[in-house]
Nanobody
Framework: QVQLVESGGGLVQAGGSLRLSCAAK????????MAWYRQTPGKQRELVATMTSGGITNYADSVKGRFTISRDNANNTVYLQMNSLKPEDTAVYYC??????????????WGKGTLVTVSS
């Protein structure tokens, strides 16, 4: 099985920075897509950023230019560097992995989430 372990959340003032990390644990050959989502109470989980194993990235419009996703494929780890944070970035951030070999490719894995709080 695959376990995603996030770290790096916390409290930061508006304009500050945080870096989230997510390590995929288990017997893993490769991971096609790793991503970050976020969710606030009463709202649906929303996509923040994705990155394929080949380096193709995609960002939500709300974070473009401020957040950067990166990966360490050798260690099955994904990062999210968050700069110029705004109070509206406050949310629980979840790590996601899809296309994890050797497991069925339609399986979708989630971390438990890490809370990011941005104070104004």
């Amino acid at each position: 099985q695959v376990q995603l372990v996030e770290s790096g959340g916390g409290l930061v003032q508006a304009g500050g920075s945080l870096r989230l990390s997510c390590a995929a644990k288990g017997i893993i050959f490769s991971i096609n897509v790793m991503a970050w989502y976020r969710q606030t109470p009463g709202k649906q989980r929303e996509l923040v950023a994705t990155m394929t194993s080949g380096g193709i990235t995609n960002y939500a419009d709300s974070v473009k230019g401020r957040f950067t996703i990166s990966r360490d494929n050798a260690n099955n780890t994904v990062y999210l560097q968050m700069n110029s944070l705004k109070p509206e970035d406050t949310a629980v951030y979840y790590c996601n992995a899809k296309g994890v070999r050797p497991f069925p490719q339609d399986m979708n894995y989630w971390g438990k989430g890490t809370l990011v709080t941005v104070s104004s």
